[in-house]
C-alpha cells in the first residue's frame, strides 16, 4: 500500500510540483520535465529492485523489507523539502531505489509463507496494497490540491508515515522458514570452500553469486528470459498507457469546461478500484483455474479495453466506468508476478529472481515517459498513441504459453 501511494503521489501533483520547483522560462516544458522526472525514479526502481533481491537472499526478507520501508518514507518526506528540480530528481531517484527492494522481499515472503493452494490469493492481497495505495494518494489530491500551490508539498509529507510500519515489522513478522534453511546451508557450503573441500554440484550453486546463479542453469535462463518478456509487457503496458488515464481524462473535461484536475482524481480513483479487483481477482482466479490461462486472459483483455478507454467513449461518466474496468486487467496484471515467478526459482536465488524478473524491465520503461509526448503528438493524440503502444500486450500472449503451470505444486527448494 505504501509503496502504492509513493508511485501515485508523483503522477498526480508532477504539474502542480513543477509549476513550482521551475523557472518561469521553462515552465512551458512540464511535461517533458515530468517524463525524466518519472523515468529517473524508474531507473532507481530498477536497480534498487535488483539490489534488493538480492540482498534478500543474503541478509534475510524481513531486514531487507524494514531497509526498505524505512529508507523510501523517510527520504519521500524529505521531498517535500525539495528547492528545485534537481534536487526533486535526485530524491526521486533514491526513492525509486528503496521501493524497487521493497516488492520482491514481500512476493518472496507471501510465496513462503502460504499454503501452496492458497499461494494466488496471498500474492493478489499483497499485491492489493499498490491498488489501495494508488487510491489513498487519489484521494488524499482531490482533497489537499485545493490548498494552494504548496499542496504538493504535503503529499509527501504524508508519505512519512510507512516508516511508523516498520517498529510493527520488527516486532510482528517472524522470517522465513525456507530463507533460514537455504541460509544454514549457504554458510555451510562456505565454511567448507574456504577450507578447500570439494564441492558438489547443488553444493557449488550454493556458493555461486545469486544473480550469476540464475543465468548459469540452461533451465533457468530459459525460465528467466521468457519471465523478463511477460514482465517487460506488464510494465510498458502500463507505464507506457494506463499511466496516461489522469491527464487523458483530464484533458476530455477541460474541452467541456470542467476542473481537469478534480476530474484526473476521480479517474485515478476509479481506475485504482478496479486495479485492486483485479489484483485479488486474478490470484483466486489463478488458484481455481491455474497461473497460465488467468494471465493470459488478463492480457487480452488489456489489449482490448485499451482502445474502447482512448477510442471509443467520450461521456464522461461512462469514461470513469471504463477507468475502472480497464484498471481490472491492465493494472491488476500484475499479480500474476507475485503468484506465478516465486513458484518457479528455489529458495537460494527466489528473491533475486523474482526482483530481477519483475524490475529489469524498467531499464526499457523508464523510456516511456520520455518519449510519451513526443508519440502523443506523433499520433495526434492520447487515443491512437495507446492503440499502437498496446500492441505490447502480443508478446505477453505470445510468452506465457510457454511458462510452466505451477498451481497447487510445492516451491522448489
Known amino acids: 500500500m505504501f509503496d502504492g501511494y509513493e508511485t501515485y503521489a508523483l503522477i498526480l501533483t508532477a504539474g502542480v510540483t513543477f509549476q513550482q520547483l521551475l523557472p518561469l522560462e521553462s515552465r512551458p516544458a512540464i511535461p517533458f520535465y515530468a517524463g525524466l522526472t518519472i523515468a529517473v525514479t524508474l531507473l532507481g526502481w530498477g536497480f534498487g529492485g535488483i539490489a534488493g533481491g538480492i540482498l534478500a537472499d543474503y541478509i534475510g526478507r524481513k531486514r531487507t523489507l524494514i531497509y526498505s520501508i524505512l529508507a523510501y518514507s523517510l527520504v519521500t518526506g524529505c521531498t517535500a523539502l525539495a528547492w528545485s528540480w534537481p534536487s526533486f530528481v535526485v530524491l526521486r531517484f533514491v526513492v525509486g531505489l528503496a521501493l524497487g527492494a521493497e516488492w520482491g522481499t514481500g512476493a518472496s515472503i507471501v510465496a513462503e509463507m502460504w499454503p501452496a493452494e492458497h499461494r494466488g490469493k496471498g500474492a493478489g492481497l499483497m499485491q492489493c496494497g499498490l491498488g489501495i495505495g494508488f487510491f489513498c494518494a487519489s484521494g488524499v489530491w482531490f482533497f489537499i490540491s485545493a490548498v494552494g500551490p504548496s499542496a504538493w508539498r504535503w503529499m509527501y509529507i504524508i508519505g512519512v508515515l510507512p516508516a511508523l510500519a516498520t517498529w510493527w515489522i520488527r516486532r510482528g513478522l517472524i522470517e522465513s522458514d525456507r530463507w533460514t534453511e537455504s541460509d544454514r546451508r549457504r554458510r555451510e557450503v562456505a565454511a567448507a570452500q574456504n577450507r578447500g573441500e570439494h564441492l558438489d554440484e547443488a553444493s557449488r550453486q550454493l556458493a555461486r553469486f545469486t544473480l550469476v546463479d540464475l543465468f548459469a542453469n540452461p533451465g533457468t535462463r530459459r525460465l528467466t528470459i521468457i519471465a523478463l518478456l511477460m514482465s517487460t509487457t506488464t510494465t510498458l503496458g502500463w507505464w507506457g498507457i494506463s499511466s496516461w488515464v ?58 482490448l479495453l485499451t482502445p474502447v478507454l482512448f477510442l471509443w467513449t467520450h461521456d464522461l461518466s461512462l469514461l470513469l466506468l471504463v477507468c475502472g474496468i480497464n484498471g481490472v486487467f491492465s493494472l491488476g496484471q500484475y499479480t500474476w508476478c507475485p503468484t506465478w515467478l516465486p513458484e518457479v526459482y528455489p529458495t537460494r536465488i527466489r528473491a533475486t529472481a523474482v526482483s530481477f524478473c519483475f524490475n529489469a524491465p524498467r531499464f526499457i520503461a523508464f523510456l516511456g515517459p520520455l518519449v510519451a509526448g513526443t508519440l502523443i503528438t506523433y499520433f495526434g493524440g492520447y487515443g491512437r ?18 511458462f510452466p503451470e505451477t498451481r497447487g505444486k510445492m516451491l522448489p527448494d
Request: include cysteine; charge should be positive.
Open 385 to 402: 498513441a495507446a492503440v499502437i503502444v498496446s500492441m505490447i500486450y502480443i508478446l505477453g500472449l505470445a510468452a506465457a504459453p510457454f
Open 246 to 303: 489522469p491527464a487523458y481524462v483530464s484533458s476530455v473535461a477541460a474541452i467541456e469546461g470542467l476542473p481537469g484536475a478534480r476530474w484526473a482524481s476521480l479517474a485515478g480513483m476509479c481506475y485504482n478500484i478496479g486495479a485492486i479487483c483485479g489484483y485479488i481477482g486474478l490470484g483466486f482466479c489463478a488458484d481455481a483455474w491455474g497461473r497460465k490461462p488467468v494471465t493470459i486472459t488478463w492480457f487480452a483483455l488489456a489489449l
